[in-house]
Nanobody, 122 residues
Framework: QLQTSGGGLVQAGGSLKLSCAAS????????MGWFRQAPGKERAFVAA???????VYADSVKGRFTISRDNAKNTVYLQMNSLKPEDTAVYSC??????????????????WGLGTQVTVSS
């Protein structure tokens, strides 16, 4: 129900754009979020966007990453610029079908994609 793509290997300072396509049933009117999990670390919030376009970001990515959504295509994007080695992780998109305000809390999200690997080399 959530198909993530766009990961890969990039040098520090480079850019990548992740996409997450969802079925209409779970995308419409719902908050979409991006999370990441680095090896040996807990899952961490990256960014989230409401149906109307309100956004929240983790402090670690603010000013470098941009979350957006195309409601006509049932797709959410994560544009990642000025990538750093510490951004290396598996990135997953998720849907919060219960609240209208973007949440930083993973427990608020009830649908998850499989994730895509992002590796930033120094």
């Amino acid at each position: 129900q959530l198909q993530t793509s766009g990961g890969g290997l990039v040098q520090a300072g480079g850019s990548l754009k992740l996409s997450c396509a969802a079925s209409g049933r779970i995308f419409n009117s719902h908050v979409m979020g991006w999370f990441r999990q680095a090896p040996g670390k807990e899952r961490a919030f990256v960014a989230a966007i409401s149906w109307g376009g309100n956004t929240v970001y983790a402090d670690s990515v603010k000013g470098r990453f941009t979350i957006s959504r195309d409601n006509a295509k049932n797709t959410v994007y994560l544009q990642m610029n000025s990538l750093k080695p510490e951004d290396t992780a598996v990135y997953s998109c998720a849907v919060d079908s219960r609240w209208n305000t973007p949440s930083r809390v993973s427990l608020d999200y009830d649908y998850w994609g499989l994730g895509t690997q992002v590796t930033v080399s120094s």
